[in-house]
Nanobody, 119 residues
Framework: QVQLVESGGGLVQAGGSLRLSCAGSGSIFRIYAMHWYRQAPGKQRELVAAITSGDNIGYADSVKGRFTISRDNAKNAVYLQANSLKPEDTAVYYC?????????????WGQGTQVTVSS
């Protein structure tokens, strides 16, 4: 069973940086499309960044130029480098893996890591 574990969240001042990590299991990690989502209190979960198995990358407009997503298939890991953080970036950040095999389509979530940006 695939599991995802996020780490790297914390409290940071506005303008600071954090690097979030997501460690995954599974021998076919390389075929997963990986995503970072976030959910702020009282708001819907939103997609922040995505990276496909072919390393195509996309970002939400709100984080373009500040956040960078990357992956290391040898380590079964995906990262989110978050720079120039703003108070509005405060949220629980979730890692998501999505993939399709002959058996079906799958989506797995991590437990989330809290990011708090103080003004």
């Amino acid at each position: 069973q695939v599991q995802l574990v996020e780490s790297g969240g914390g409290l940071v001042q506005a303008g600071g940086s954090l690097r979030l990590s997501c460690a995954g299991s599974g021998s076919i990690f390389r075929i997963y499309a990986m995503h970072w989502y976030r959910q702020a209190p009282g708001k819907q979960r939103e997609l922040v960044a995505a990276i496909t198995s072919g390393d195509n990358i996309g970002y939400a407009d709100s984080v373009k130029g500040r956040f960078t997503i990357s992956r290391d298939n040898a380590k079964n890991a995906v990262y989110l480098q978050a720079n120039s953080l703003k108070p509005e970036d405060t949220a629980v950040y979730y890692c998501n893996a999505h993939w399709t095999t002959a058996s079906g389509t799958y989506s797995v979530w991590g437990q989330g890591t809290q990011v708090t940006v103080s003004s």
